[in-house]
């Protein structure tokens, strides 16, 4: 969610600090700041505004920020609006103590009054500012022993980062929020994800719960809590610096809408038998030792989950079903040893997808995680993790991440059926064919970006929009109604297509544009069928179809045409150009594509 940077070394580590913020700007915040130690003694200086990071740069111009050592910050307001006072860093009274805080600290309240009762000031509503006045308090010359001691006594989530003006150090500390360390010659940087270090560096060290890290020119050095020095394995990040970045584009977003063929290609790629005949995903599943799966995610990847519960269902005549992250952690759900719980994520830092998986693993259940960034929290959470290789997505609304989602559950239901009994060579044959053209198959998809830039204009004025899909394309329908709320906020709902009888026929009108998945199936006819309940209450309807359907323009007001495909696997082409749609339509409205209003790429926090 909030974004955090950090420096030490030779270079101006303001403008280090600013431009690591600039590259997590995508993870959502309302505030920002940056404070810079000018050197061993002096008072720490601080800029921080409220609003976009223009607002802090724009602060910057004219204050005197030398220094080889700072902190920098985007805020996501949890507690206390977004404002210059709430936003971090946060210093103590003597201004020789900063620090930046992701998460939150559930018993900040008696710590506050405690603190508030000896004697100190505070100066914000956050509960953040609690952690600086209780390293304050411990600091006799250990800024790490300080941390350890304050956060002995704090309960909740955190990524911690402290400074002193008495210390050439940077001190972090996490538990459940995300924080990596890039490592450099004679000089370190820190932030709460990869695209911050990409332009200095690929090697990297990704903190555990309960690390402590101390960040000098020299190295890093990391314990634990009680001081017990730990081991931390050095990876190399393979992602091209480029791919991070818009490389032409407007947005982010069209960006990653364009990559999704490649992003397939990386996927799929090396992970088909050379005979066709099975999926290799290096997994230590054993799918004869499962009864069940339930598949737990939140937002767009739980639209991605409901895909695959029909893919596995279909190929491994396994019982699946799709849990909402948020409300399986806080149900009684029945699992056990014999259940698979399958847990999707693009950041893997989502915290109720974390603590889904953390409740089935008390439950005794196998956890595997359908997964893009590695050395995720939710990584190291699982027994098995299938990681789909979309590359870094910066858009807040995801597609690329959600394309490679489905294809890589698609590659899991196959390995399940394998192992299972349940798929013959001949249809594991057409399975693989039909994955192996879908690159090609979303290539082709893509071009329909002029046909769609005309119906956006019609759903830039609509009222609502009603979504409606059948079958595996039912979850197509969410996430193209979610993905034209997210980012151009007209209002939308999704349903799959036999519900419309049974209440929401009720709010069709010509305002209200339907938009149909209608591509071939074996419930076409019913699909047809729906199509003219529609325009017979003078609803006006958008139809995705397959190339050569000579019978759905006469249902249909406008039609949008896309490759042929397997009905399995025509989620990963339907989707495209409703995810085209919903970006044309917030370009006509005048939205901010890859930043839109109150959400953040990941949330790390409840």
Not at 45 to 74: F, I, M, N, S
Not at 397 to 409: D, I, P, Q, R, V
Request: overall charge negative; proline content about 4%.
């Amino acid at each position: 969610m909030c974004g955090i940077v950090a420096y030490v070394g030779e270079r101006s580590a303001a403008e280090v600090v600013v431009d690591g913020l600039r590259r997590l700007e995508y993870r959502g915040y309302d505030s920002s700041g940056v404070v810079v130690s000018p050197g061993a003694g002096a008072d720490l200086r601080v800029v921080k505004r409220a609003g976009k990071l223009a607002a802090l740069e724009g602060a910057l111009v004219g204050h005197v920020l030398d220094g080889h050592l700072a902190l920098g910050h985007t805020r996501w307001a949890t507690h206390g609006r977004p404002s210059d006072a709430n936003a971090h860093p946060h210093l103590s009274e003597d201004g020789r103590l900063a620090v930046i805080h992701n998460g939150i600290i559930e018993n900040y309240l008696p710590l506050r009054e405690a603190l508030t009762a000896s004697g100190h000031v505070f100066e914000s509503e956050t509960d953040s500012e609690v952690l600086v006045h209780l390293i304050e308090h411990d600091f006799a010359g250990d800024l790490a022993g300080a941390m350890r001691s304050a956060l002995r006594q704090v309960l909740g989530a955190y990524a911690l980062v402290a400074m002193h003006s008495d210390r050439d150090e940077v001190v972090a500390a996490r538990a459940t929020s995300p924080l990596v360390i890039g490592l450099g010659d004679g000089e370190q940087w820190l932030a709460s994800d990869v695209p911050a270090l990409l332009p200095y560096t690929r090697r990297v060290v990704y903190l555990l719960d309960g690390d402590v890290a101390v960040m000098t020119r020299a190295g890093v050095h990391i314990t634990d809590l009680d001081g017990a020095i730990v081991d931390r394995p050095v990876e190399i990040i393979d992602w091209d610096a480029e791919a991070a970045e818009k490389g032409g584009y407007e947005h982010f977003m069209l960006k990653e809408i364009d990559e999704q063929p490649t992003v397939l290609q990386q996927t799929l790629g090396g992970r088909f038998r050379p005979d066709g005949l099975d999926v290799d995903l290096d997994l230590a599943l054993d799918p004869t030792a499962i009864d069940r799966v339930v598949i737990t995610a939140a937002g767009t990847a739980s639209y991605a989950g409901m895909v695959g519960a029909t893919m596995i269902e279909s190929l491994a005549r396994l019982s699946t079903t799709v849990e909402v992250a948020s409300e399986l952690r806080y149900r009684d759900p029945v699992m056990d040893a014999r259940t698979l719980v399958i847990a999707v994520s693009q950041s893997g830092e989502t915290i109720d997808t974390l603590e889904a998986v953390r409740e089935a693993k008390r439950r005794g259940a196998r956890t595997l995680a359908v997964l893009n960034v590695k050395g995720s929290s939710l990584s190291r959470e699982v027994d098995d993790v299938l990681f789909v290789h979309a590359g870094p997505e910066i858009g807040v609304a995801s597609t690329k991440a959600y394309m490679a989602m489905l294809a890589a559950f698609a590659l899991l239901a196959i390995r399940l059926g394998r192992g299972r009994g349940t798929l013959s060579d001949e249809r594991v044959a057409e399975l693989v064919a039909g994955l192996r053209g879908l690159p090609h198959a979303v290539e082709e998809a893509l071009a329909t970006r002029d046909r769609v830039r005309v119906l956006a204009e019609r759903m830039a004025s609509a009222r609502s929009a009603l979504f409606l899909g059948r079958g595996v394309n039912v979850a197509t329908a969410f996430e193209g109604a979610l993905k034209l709320k997210e980012i151009s906020y007209v209002h939308a709902e999704a349903y799959p297509m036999g519900e419309m009888k049974h209440g929401p026929i009720a709010l069709i009108e010509p305002s209200v544009p339907v938009v149909a998945i209608a591509t071939a199936s074996a419930r076409y006819d019913k699909t047809v069928a729906n199509l003219q309940e529609v325009r017979a209450r003078d609803g006006i309807v958008i139809a995705v179809a397959s190339e050569g359907d000579e019978v759905i323009a006469s249902h249909a007001d406008e039609v949008i045409y896309v490759p042929r495909v397997m009905e399995l696997l025509s989620p990963l082409v339907n989707v495209v150009p409703l995810q085209l749609l919903a970006y044309e339509t917030a370009l006509a409205l005048g939205r901010d594509v890859d930043q839109p209003r109150n959400l953040a790429k990941s949330v790390t926090v409840e």
